[in-house]
């Protein structure tokens, strides 16, 4: 195609869509809606993988240590922790320090546990937080070979719990947005498809007179990038500005679990260019192939 050829059939595209402004409207607002509708999907798993990760990090493995175990034999287990690749943090405390803190703990009433300091049954430990909890069941089974460990505090329970919430999420985050794109191009196409109809007379008379497909059928991929452009731009300020007030409003409650979550929540920069891309690359992808699908029976003359 020559460089006249394709600025002429830009120029025509843009002007189609003027020409033809109810149905551009009505085409960009089903697609802004679409895009609406995938962007605040993406934002959700976004942001209770964010959660889920928030609590993961808090969720503590803690390794009683025997007593009578050597000086050696605790750095031995700490250096294999330090070591481990699915160890984030490492804690050690000593019996004195437990003592201490179960001291500080009780308050006024800490003089019960006057004259343990000699003999002190509280013991020595390891908290440590596990980077991966789907693993961490391997990660204990790794602490138990040390024969010097007593006992291994780990909530499986709340750990099971996060592991399922993450997977759904994952899941059916996934599969909604998919689903989400798959309807929202055939709405889009339908919607094209009637202004495709009224110009059938049009395209009629260009494929008589030797117009060959790919002329007749740019123009309107034309219009379906820069109508997916447009979408994909009212919908970023869209989801902009109503993400940001739900933060804002979230944010002033006194509800602490509401504040809690609110906490955890992504700040809209921190996502806005991957919202921004997946919006214009929907937009121009869910656009061409509309307006592709929409012409592809008319130029069967």
């Not at 699915?86 to 009780?106: G, M, Q, T, W, Y």
């Amino acid at each position: 195609m020559k460089s006249n050829s394709f600025f002429y059939l830009i120029v025509q595209g843009a002007r189609n869509l003027w020409m033809h402004s109810l149905m551009t409207m009505a085409s960009i607002a089903v697609l802004t809606t679409c895009l609406l509708l995938v962007g605040f999907a993406i934002l959700f798993t976004i942001n209770v993988n964010n959660m889920v990760s928030h609590v993961e990090k808090q969720n503590e493995v803690v390794i009683f240590i025997k007593d009578g175990t050597s000086q050696i034999q605790m750095e031995d287990i700490g250096n294999f922790l330090k070591q481990h690749e699915l160890v984030d943090k490492i804690d050690f405390i000593s019996k004195e320090k437990a003592l201490k803190i179960e001291k500080d703990r009780l308050g006024d009433e800490a003089i019960l546990l006057e004259g343990l300091d000699k003999d002190n049954p509280l013991p020595a430990s390891f908290s440590i937080i596990i980077s991966d909890l789907e693993k961490i069941n391997s990660v204990v089974t790794d602490i138990e070979q040390f024969e010097y460990v007593e006992k291994i505090n780990v909530s499986t329970q709340v750990t099971d719990t996060l592991i399922l919430i993450r997977q759904i999420v994952q899941s059916s985050g996934g599969a909604v947005v998919i689903a989400l794109l798959i309807v929202s191009l055939v709405i889009i196409a339908n919607t094209i498809r009637s202004s495709v109809f009224t110009r059938r007379r049009e395209i009629s008379i260009m494929k008589y007179v030797g117009a060959t497909n790919s002329f007749i059928r740019f123009p309107f991929i034309i219009e379906g990038i820069f109508m997916g452009i447009l979408s994909a731009g009212a919908a970023f300020f869209i989801t902009w500005g109503g993400y940001t007030a739900f933060i804002s409003i979230i944010s002033t409650s006194t509800n602490t679990w509401i504040e809690s979550i609110a906490t955890s929540l992504l700040n809209f920069k921190d996502v806005m260019f991957y919202i921004l891309y997946s919006y214009v690359i929907s937009g121009v992808i869910i656009g061409t192939l509309g307006s592709g699908m929409s012409i592809k029976s008319h130029l069967k003359v």
